[in-house]
């Protein structure tokens, strides 16, 4: 029994495997995929934007942090909305949201309609991590669940790597407004794949109410549950180290590095490299270590990872030939272990609330982006400066996280 008062073994029925289950890992990750892909496609194009606008770094940089305030805020109302309406008509809608909100990037002709819309995609695009999270704890269960969220992991992994060098591309041929184009092509192309090939997975008798007292109580309820919280909370301190590198990579790349437009790849192909050997890693574990032991391994790695990069950014100031290499290396090891990490986590927590996973996806999620949001918006203004100062802010977010990891586990243990 879990935090609901349900049996979460109710809904193992009987899960899609062959090729129907891998058409819809596809589209669960494409789903997945748009966030980050709206968050990295534009990244090489920031300085343009800038002298276009005629505005500094820090306008520029509120593009991304209200962006992800509206992602994180709206997945609040995306979970519940899906437990009570399904998660097709839901994401459908939300998707033609997010494609309108698009174009009105791309005609922006002044960095206030840039930023109202990026606030809009925000607002739209934070359905497709909620209801993709929901959708896989949905079809699959068990050991099942956690290699599927593994593999939805690995085709996710493409994105922060594919995101700036294709928006370094489309910047240095067409322009900075064709990244926006773009997206809007990839959203479309959602549309029509989750139309024709996504069932729906909340059946009408397992809805739940929609009505503004019952999701508040869910919520009150689900933010006072101490191992549900702190699971969320380490997942997002864990993304956050990370993130904190992915919004300064301009200024690393850029300023730091003395690189281009078009050398992103330099820095996202090594940590899409990390993603998909941690993805690649909890699959093999799947059904042979505890989800809690998985979690502990991939820990362990993140830990060896940032000991490894406060020692480089302190004794081995990077230079323009070398410095890429130096600096991404142990950002590729963190990404291996919070890939091999995440996917226990996730699983784990939804399992809390196995009738309201909509509403337990959306939390987490909003949670995420909350701390992500704060990474990009307070501590890269703080911290870009210096790639040591970028290094202990990475290791004062997974210290946290690890002794939140650590007290979870030994409530959990206590209860059993």
Same mark, same amino acid.
Request: one cysteine or more; a positive charge.
């Given at each position: 029994?879990?935090?609901?008062?349900?049996?979460?073994?109710?809904?193992?029925?009987?899960?899609?495997? &062959?090729?129907?289950?891998?058409?819809?890992?596809?589209?669960?990750? +494409?789903?997945?995929?748009? !966030?980050?892909?709206?968050?990295?496609?534009?990244?090489? #194009?920031?300085? %343009?934007? *800038?002298?276009?606008?005629?505005? +500094?770094?820090?306008?520029?940089?509120?593009?991304?942090?209200? @962006?992800?305030?509206?992602?994180?805020?709206?997945?609040?109302?995306?979970?519940?909305?899906?437990?009570?309406?399904?998660?097709?008509?839901?994401?459908?809608?939300?998707?033609?949201?997010? %494609?309108?909100?698009?174009?009105?990037?791309?005609?922006?002709?002044?960095? +206030?309609?840039?930023?109202?819309?990026?606030?809009?995609?925000?607002?739209?695009?934070?359905?497709?991590?909620?209801? &993709?999270?929901?959708?896989?704890?949905?079809?699959?269960?068990?050991?099942?669940?956690?290699?599927?969220?593994?593999?939805?992991?690995?085709?996710?992994?493409?994105?922060?790597?594919? !995101?700036?060098?294709?928006?370094?591309?489309?910047?240095?041929?067409?322009?900075?407004?064709?990244?926006?184009?773009?997206?809007?092509?990839?959203?479309?192309?959602?549309?029509?794949?989750?139309?024709?090939?996504?069932?729906?997975?909340?059946?009408?008798?397992?809805?739940?109410?929609?009505?503004?007292?019952?999701?508040?109580?869910?919520?009150?309820? !689900?933010? #006072?549950?101490?191992?549900?919280?702190?699971?969320?909370?380490?997942?997002?301190?864990?993304?956050?180290?990370?993130?904190? @590198?992915?919004?300064?990579?301009?200024?690393?790349?850029?300023?730091?590095?003395?690189?281009?437009?078009?050398?992103?790849?330099?820095?996202?192909?090594?940590?899409?490299?990390?993603?998909?050997?941690?993805?690649?890693?909890?699959?093999?574990?799947? &059904?042979?270590?505890?989800?809690?032991?998985?979690?502990?391994?991939?820990?362990?790695?993140?830990?060896? *990872?940032?000991?490894?990069?406060?020692?480089?950014?302190?004794?081995?100031?990077?230079?323009?030939?070398?410095?890429?290499?130096?600096?991404?290396?142990?950002?590729?090891?963190?990404?291996?272990?919070?890939?091999?990490?995440?996917?226990?986590?996730?699983?784990?927590?939804?399992?809390?609330?196995?009738?309201?996973?909509?509403?337990?996806?959306?939390?987490?999620? !909003?949670?995420?982006?909350?701390?992500?949001?704060?990474?990009?918006?307070?501590?890269?203004?703080?911290?870009?400066?210096?790639?040591?100062?970028?290094?202990?802010?990475?290791?004062?977010?997974?210290?946290?996280?690890?002794?939140?990891?650590?007290?979870?586990?030994?409530?959990?243990?206590?209860?059993?």
């Amino acid at each position: 029994m879990n935090a609901s008062g349900e049996d979460p073994s109710r809904d193992a029925g009987d899960a899609p495997s &062959g090729r129907r289950a891998a058409v819809l890992i596809l589209v669960i990750a +494409g789903l997945l995929m748009l !966030a980050p892909f709206t968050v990295d496609a534009y990244l090489p #194009s920031f300085h %343009a934007i *800038a002298g276009e606008f005629g505005v +500094g770094q820090a306008a520029i940089q509120q593009t991304l942090s209200l @962006y992800l305030l509206g992602f994180g805020s709206m997945m609040l109302f995306y979970g519940p909305a899906s437990d009570s309406f399904g998660r097709k008509r839901v994401i459908l809608l939300a998707l033609l949201a997010y %494609a309108l909100m698009t174009i009105f990037a791309a005609l922006s002709q002044s960095i +206030g309609q840039l930023i109202a819309a990026r606030i809009g995609q925000g607002l739209a695009a934070g359905a497709g991590v909620v209801i &993709g999270r929901a959708l896989v704890r949905d079809l699959f269960a068990g050991a099942d669940a956690q290699r599927v969220m593994a593999n939805v992991m690995l085709i996710f992994a493409a994105a922060p790597a594919a !995101a700036p060098i294709i928006g370094g591309w489309l910047h240095e041929w067409f322009g900075w407004r064709s990244v926006f184009w773009f997206l809007l092509g990839f959203s479309l192309l959602l549309v029509i794949a989750i139309w024709r090939l996504l069932p729906e997975t909340v059946a009408p008798e397992a809805r739940q109410s929609f009505a503004a007292r019952f999701v508040f109580k869910s919520y009150a309820r !689900a933010l #006072s549950h101490p191992r549900y919280m702190q699971l969320i909370v380490v997942f997002a301190l864990l993304f956050g180290g990370m993130f904190l @590198y992915v919004a300064a990579a301009p200024v690393i790349l850029i300023d730091h590095l003395g690189q281009s437009e078009t050398d992103f790849w330099k820095f996202f192909v090594p940590l899409v490299a990390g993603l998909i050997l941690g993805s690649r890693l909890t699959r093999w574990l799947a &059904g042979r270590l505890s989800m809690t032991a998985t979690m502990a391994l991939g820990l362990a790695l993140t830990g060896l *990872a940032v000991i490894y990069n406060l020692i480089q950014a302190w004794a081995q100031p990077p230079d323009v030939t070398h410095g890429v290499w130096l600096t991404v290396t142990p950002i590729t090891l963190y990404v291996m272990g919070m890939a091999t990490t995440m996917p226990a986590l996730n699983i784990t927590a939804l399992d809390y609330w196995p009738a309201q996973r909509g509403l337990a996806s959306a939390l987490q999620g !909003a949670t995420q982006m909350a701390f992500a949001g704060l990474v990009s918006g307070v501590m890269v203004a703080w911290l870009a400066d210096s790639l040591v100062a970028l290094a202990v802010g990475m290791a004062c977010l997974y210290a946290t996280a690890l002794g939140l990891w650590l007290f979870w586990r030994r409530s959990a243990d206590a209860k059993a």
